[in-house]
């Protein structure tokens, strides 16, 4: 171990663009005592909405620019992003290319996020401890193709977190057999005042219809092709509403066409990705996340803490959050169950009454301490000589 009086620590992630897992970076660096740790994070694409978001005593590092950073021209970027590419095949097969970069040994290396794992993994410091850290649910279809590797890269962490109690409820249930490392539950952290402030930042202009917001990337296990059938089917029964989307991603373009095909564009907004989507969330009159699959997701967090009524499909560790018709509204991946929900909010004042009443406290439940104490004492533990 290093022989400095902090702890040497580095977390190994993808990008910054905005998204839960980026979110927890963030909070954990921000909130790790500077005086026991030295952190560094070693982003692959300096690319992301939050990428300048680090505090001044974070230092970070990365392989390759971002498309930020890329040429305007479309043929010079078509080569910039090729070399990019092999750049980064590169860096994936030769971990002695990020030492170039890093030019400093840890003591505990941290993946946060399963597309990180090999990194951490392959490190060429075999003498630093490693934490790996996951949120999805292992038995979603999209994720089956990434199972085997999976399983084979867990056994070889020193410590592993799961963000939600379901996520690791539904893998010990899953794989009964399976063999986890040192193993613990640690929920998302909220800066619940810095969240206020940002939501108070500026007050957006909204529609004189209600409006359910939503904040997630478009990627299609995110549902809002079924969100956008259920609002299609609202509006042309008579039911007036309008929905803002903050995000952006792979599904912009069909998302578009979708829209233009149930002549929705106008009612089914697509706002982009902002580094601020939470005026727009307090402003609203509900939130509703259409997801087909989630971990521990830090919107649906945020959106109770700023007592937004909330439809949400039942999966991940929601449930963990939200309570049927109490503080909340859980549903089915379905396109009736979404468009049945959105009809009760738009139609029944008194249940969307009874869960506001139910949000005033609500953030009492959310214990940010005991999580960065939970995960400094995992650190300290494991640089132990």
């Not at 529609?207 to 092709?225: D, M, N």
Request: with cysteine.
């Amino acid at each position: 171990m290093s022989n400095n009086k902090k702890i040497k620590v580095l977390f190994r992630h993808r990008f910054m663009e905005m998204g839960g897992v980026e979110k927890v970076v963030l909070s954990m660096v921000n909130n790790l005592d500077p005086e026991k740790f030295d952190i560094t994070v070693c982003l692959t694409m300096n690319q992301g909405e939050l990428r300048d978001e680090f505090p001044k005593h974070i230092r970070k590092v990365y392989l390759v620019n971002g498309k930020e950073d890329l040429s305007k021209n479309p043929f010079i970027q078509k080569i910039q992003l090729a070399r990019r590419k092999l750049k980064l095949i590169k860096a994936e097969k030769d971990s002695k290319i990020a030492d170039k970069i890093l030019k400093e040994k840890y003591d505990v290396e941290i993946a946060p996020s399963y597309s990180t794992f090999s990194m951490v993994l392959n490190s060429s410091n075999k003498d630093s401890k490693k934490i790996g850290w996951f949120h999805s649910d292992i038995t979603v279809p999209k994720f089956q193709p990434l199972i085997p590797q999976v399983l084979e890269q867990i056994p070889r962490f020193d410590y592993f977190i799961f963000g939600s109690q379901q996520t690791k409820d539904i893998f010990v249930k899953t794989y009964p057999d399976f063999n986890l490392p040192e193993n613990q539950v640690i929920l998302n952290a909220i800066p619940i005042e810095e969240l206020k402030k940002k939501a108070a930042e500026f007050t957006p202009e909204r529609p004189k219809v209600p409006t359910f917001v939503s904040v997630a990337r478009l990627h299609s296990r995110k549902g809002f092709h079924k969100l956008m059938e259920a609002h299609a089917k609202l509006m042309n029964e008579g039911f007036a509403h309008h929905i803002t989307v903050i995000g952006d991603g792979e599904e912009k373009e069909r998302l578009k066409i979708q829209a233009k095909n149930l002549n929705v564009t106008d009612s089914f907004e697509l706002l982009g990705s902002l580094t601020n989507p939470y005026p727009y969330v307090k402003n609203a009159d509900f939130f509703i996340l259409s997801s087909e699959s989630e971990g521990w997701p830090l919107i649906i967090a945020e959106s109770l803490i700023l007592q937004k009524p909330i439809i949400s499909t039942n999966v991940g560790g929601i449930p963990e959050m939200i309570t049927h018709k109490k503080n909340g509204y859980l549903i089915n991946y379905e396109v009736d169950e979404m468009y049945e929900a959105m009809k009760e909010f738009l139609t029944n004042p008194e249940l969307v009454s009874e869960i506001k009443d139910n949000l005033v406290n609500i953030e009492d439940q959310f214990d940010n301490q005991k999580i960065f104490d939970a995960v400094e004492n995992i650190i300290l533990k494991l640089a132990q000589p």
